[in-house]
């Protein structure tokens, strides 16, 4: 049974850094894309970044791109998301998915993402 267990969340002010962590368990961890999304209250979740199975390509939102840096360490099984110049508009609970298949490409949709984790949050003060 594949599990995906986030650590790192908190509360930081305006312009400060978190760091999440993600680690997975279950399957061969480093056969498999990682992301991570964020949904903050009342709003539908949304993409944040995504990382494929070895590190080698990654992708963005808009929204976090330059600020957020989303990274795996395959022998350890854990997909980070390290969180710079933090804004209050990030605030929210932020989530890492993982698709079924193995060695796929990298979306946003969150429908792509089948096992997901309980949640880390993050609130950022102004």
């Known amino acids: 049974q594949v599990q995906l267990v986030e650590s790192g969340g908190g509360l930081v002010q305006a312009g400060g850094s978190l760091r999440l962590s993600c680690a997975a368990s279950?399957?061969?961890?480093?056969?498999?894309?990682m992301a991570w999304f964020r949904q903050a209250p009342g709003q539908e979740r949304e993409f944040v970044a995504a990382?494929?199975?070895?590190?080698?390509?990654?992708y963005y939102a808009d929204s976090v791109k330059g600020r957020f840096t989303i990274s795996r360490d395959n022998a350890k099984n854990t997909v980070y998301l390290q969180m710079d110049s933090l804004k209050p508009e990030d605030t929210a609970v932020y989530y890492c998915?993982?698709?079924?298949?193995?060695?796929?490409?990298?979306?946003?949709?969150?429908?792509?993402?089948?096992?997901w984790g309980q949640g880390a949050q993050v609130t950022v003060s102004s």
């Open positions: 998915a993982s698709p079924r298949i193995a060695y796929s490409l990298l979306y946003s949709d969150s429908s792509s993402y089948q096992y």
């Open positions: 279950g399957r061969a961890f480093s056969s498999y894309a």
């Open positions: 990382i494929n199975w070895n590190g080698g390509r990654t």
